[in-house]
């Protein structure tokens, strides 16, 4: 009898795929970037070892995550409001000094009438 040769569909090509070559270059990716692939997988899963839930679980108990998410975004809008006083600062010393110089040619302009009335007046008209 013949044997048959096993013919492959596009599907299941698909499905070795997946199965086979994505991990390995999941795992390869994460050693050229120094990580332990491993653990990221299991983070990313949610599924914890042993030695790493006792040591998360002492930091979370000190810190959860929302609430180190809540400072960061404290420290953030602490540097926002401090760039912006310092623009509202730069900003008012910008105005008197531009109202000064309004005031100077205001009064600049008052002499210069003045003048110009005393030349009328010595001209006659």
Do not use: H
């Amino acid at each position: 009898m013949a044997k048959r040769k096993l013919q492959l569909t596009a599907f299941s090509r698909f499905f070795l795929f997946l199965i086979i070559f994505l991990p390995s270059l999941f795992f390869g990716v994460s050693y050229l970037k120094g990580e332990d692939g491993v653990q990221t997988l299991k983070d990313m899963v949610g599924v914890e070892s042993t030695e790493s839930s006792n040591n998360d679980n002492a930091t979370s108990a000190s810190k959860p995550s929302s609430e180190i998410f809540v400072e960061s975004d404290v420290k953030r809008l602490q540097d926002e409001l401090y760039e912006k006083e310092s623009r509202l600062k730069d900003l008012y010393q910008e105005n008197e000094l531009l109202k000064k110089q309004a005031d100077d040619l205001k009064s600049d302009l008052k002499e210069v009438t003045q003048q110009l009335e005393n030349i009328k007046q010595a001209i006659g008209q």
